[in-house]
């Protein structure tokens, strides 16, 4: 089969494909360790991000997981080996130390907590830099795969990272499970917290060291540059879906999960490619997938709702300008002109003939040769519609104190949105001084039933 | 029920940097009445409350909770800050809000227990806000809004009730539905304690209050203490020589000093 390869893409896909199907095929342990490993990285990360989020701290884990790097290097540098366990010391040694460093600034001087993060972050990412040019131009032995930290590699990780990766993220799901309550409850009203009692300062802390300690596990797998991203998009993407927040939590792992494991996995076949960007940009995926087809505030359903409001209301306001012309001929002729209608409601010609036309279908219009009327189905609307508009005009200039011009400009809105209920109630309101006419003396027309009772 | 004084505060000061909030402020609130705190913007009424509960920082001053700090008496007082505060998009709804006033007698891994759902459960009811209990908190009136926050108090269990600006911004359902609570808390001979803006009503919904502007002014029954004189002092000329004075001490670090001799 591999005789003959013209090109050497065929050879790069078919080597792929190989891996692909080693790292699913699960008998290659290191790279079901690297399954597992970034499964767990996206569920931790996105769910403590998530509190984060809440607490408006997104840039937090950003400015600590740049701030985890010259840590590493520093404990490279002493320890002159790459232990993950010491490198991992190191990591959180120095995160902590920018994390107090972010605290302390704004308390102690007139820094701004904004600008705290920014100063700690490029200072810790630029001593960490430094850091790796030295030990990469020094003659150290084990220092390559430390440039790796930056984007993150999959394949580059050992199976002793990835042992302590599943150790330290199933801590921090299970201390979110365990303190879910507190935690929403800081997250969304801190000073109430304080007062039940409740030690505030020690979950802060443990929240910040949850995500001290999820950004520095995720290290080799992200890279510091990109960490804030899994730590953040999941949840923003998961806000489109949900409402309730362990939803939205469960929403936000499955994305964190999602995305982290097919950035591990093309890094694992591909073994040029990084993961941290890949990762990035499939979590930047299905967070444009959930802003636009969100079922309830994607922006597709948005646009959605308001065009059919925008029809709506074009097809109420054309069966109230009939009625007006009905009522104008003293109900004598129920056949009107496509120039009487919009003498009486300017409305440009195209959108006017379309929408009468698709009421005519719907049995509200009668349409007579070139002429329309209301049929009496249309008609019954009709006067639900103008009974709403006149009730509502009577209601402002009685209660508001408005001229007939503007309670005009007012009804012509609310008139599409009253329901039975708010129409009762407006009657009942002014009962005392009902005139059977509106301000302009127009008749406010009576309940369709009432109507048709005496008519008959 | 209780005979010891609900909240007593001594000579309380609070500083915002340099600037002298509330000097010297001191006070007993009697129990069982609803007492208001009345006075202009800027006047450190919110600032008072927040002091009292510790939520920012006092620089000299004591205040008791029946006779005792506040740390032993946490469960028995219950805070209602500013609806303004809060980010109402948070993701949550109406019944997990006030569950939330059960937190202080949680440990700290425990979830509501049905007993502490029972109490939500009236708290809701009493402010007539059960039917919204799975209702998004974002969906809700300002004047939910506010009830949802009474609810999760109530559902504390206090005794003492401190409420900043409760009436602020309310529908007309809302205001009747807090007066309601005030006479149900009474009726318990609990205490209930509210920085208030409406001048018009404190006569009304109010047995006892606190006129300040910087410092006390007056405090007692509101029958004798809403005196015309009493708010041409709390409402009128700023006291801006006394002000100006007090911030030059903060600044010079006087009050340090002086402690040495």
Partial sequence: ?????????????????????????????????????????????????????????????????????????????????????????????????????????????????DAALAITLSFFFALGLMLLSYIQTSELPNKSGLDKLLFGQAAAITAEDIQLLIYVTSAVLLIVVLFFEKFRLIAFNRTYAKTLGIPVKFYELLLALMIVLSV?????????????????????????????????????????????LLGAQISYIAPAMPTGPWIVVSLSLLFFISFLFAPKQGLLKRYWDYRQLKTRVLEENILRTLYKLLEREHFKRNHFTLAEITALRALPLNPLQKTLQKLVKRHYLVKHQLAYGLSE????????????????????????????????????RIEHILNQEQEQQIVAELMEQLHPQDPHGSPIPKLPSQNLQETQ | MNNTVPLKVDQLSIRYHHKPILTDVSFAIPAGQTVAIIGPNGAGKSSLLKGIMGLTPIIQGQVEFFGKPLSEKRLTTAYVPQREEIDWDFPIDVMDVVL?????????????????????????????????????????????????????????????????????????ATEKAIIELFKQLKAKGNTVVCVHHDLNTVREYFDYVLLINSRLIAAGPSTEVLTQENLNKTYGGRLSLLNDLTEQMYRSRLDNAHQDD
């Avoid at chain 1, 999941?234 to 939205?248: G, N």
């Avoid at chain 2, 059960?130 to 504390?156: D, H, K, M, P």
């Fill in chain 1, 216 to 260: 520095v596990v995720g290290l080799q797998l992200v890279g510091v540059v990109l960490m804030a991203a899994i730590l953040l998009t999941p949840v923003a993407a998961a806000r489109f879906w949900s409402h309730q927040l362990s939803s939205l939590l469960i929403l936000a792992a499955l994305f964190g999960a999602l995305s982290a």
């Fill in chain 2, 100 to 172: 939330m006033g059960r937190h202080g007698q949680l440990k700290f891994w425990q979830r509501p227990r049905q007993a502490d759902r029972e109490l939500a459960r009236a708290a809701l009811q009493d402010l007539g806000m059960w039917e919204f209990r799975e209702r998004q908190i974002a969906q809700l009136s300002g004047g939910q809004q506010q009830r949802v926050f009474l609810a999760r108090a109530l559902a504390q269990q206090a005794s003492l009730y401190l409420m900043d600006e409760p009436f602020a911004g309310v529908d007309v």
């Fill in chain 1, 1 to 113: 089969m591999n005789d003959f390869t013209p090109y050497p893409e065929a050879a790069f896909l078919q080597q792929a494909w190989q891996n692909l199907a080693i790292f699913w095929s699960f008998d290659d342990i290191n790279a079901t360790w690297v399954l597992l490993g970034s499964l767990l990285l996206g569920m931790s990360a996105s769910v403590i991000g998530a509190f984060a989020f809440l607490r408006k701290r997104s840039l937090l884990g950003d400015a600590l997981a740049h701030a985890a790097l010259p840590g590493v290097m520093m404990a490279f540098l002493l320890s002159g080996s790459r232990d993950a366990e010491m490198l991992f010391i190191g990591a959180l040694a120095s995160s902590l130390l920018g994390f107090w460093l972010i605290d302390w600034l704004p308390k102690n001087t007139k820094i701004k907590p």
């Fill in chain 1, 377 to 412: 189905e249309g008609l019954l609307k009709a006067i639900k519609l103008t009974r709403r508009h006149r009730l509502w005009e009577s209601y402002l200039s009685q209660h508001a104190d408005l001229n007939s011009e503007q309670v005009h400009q007012q009804a012509e």
